[in-house]
């Protein structure tokens, strides 16, 4: 099937590409969530308004991917959360924490669908964290989860 992504897609492509993909991924996992449209002859027209918004967005050079980068393994990031006694999390960190993290710690604002956080955090502790940037700059980042 023949779709439009409207949004970045992890080994699959960015906002504005045209791809091809299975019939059930499409229908099951990338329309429901928004993450593409059903190509059609109309919807070309979309796809230059998709990629004049992501071109205000993307971070435009290497040289600026390696500045943020240097910034954000810079911020000393702390989130506070709820947790039990044994140290586990109600409920876990999501993207969206991380991105709020970071701000609040005085880092530059990253998208929240750029972070990576690999395993889902449901303890307490210091974990690491990645940012993709660019498609050849990613920043580690390393978040300290203390209880709230």
């Known amino acids: 099937m023949k779709i439009i992504l409207t949004h970045e897609v992890s080994g699959l492509g960015a906002a504005g590409d045209v791809v091809d993909v299975k019939d059930g991924y499409a229908r099951n996992y990338l329309i429901p969530r928004n993450f593409a449209i059903r190509w059609t002859k109309g919807g070309e ?68 669908r750029r972070i990576e956080l690999g395993t889902p955090i449901k303890t307490l502790g210091a974990h690491a964290t990645s940012v993709r940037l660019h498609p050849e700059v990613a920043a580690k980042v390393n978040i300290e989860v203390i209880a709230a």
């Not at 240097?70 to 993207?95: I, M, N, Q, Y």
């Open 45 to 112: 027209k979309d796809v230059a308004q998709i990629r004049r918004a992501r071109k205000i967005h993307e971070i435009a050079t290497i040289e600026q991917a390696n500045e943020i980068k240097a910034r954000l393994e810079g911020v000393k990031v702390r989130l506070a959360v709820r947790s039990g006694d044994a140290g586990r999390l109600f409920g876990s960190v999501t993207p969206a924490d991380v991105a709020s993290a970071i701000k609040a710690a005085g880092g530059p604002e990253v998208d929240k």
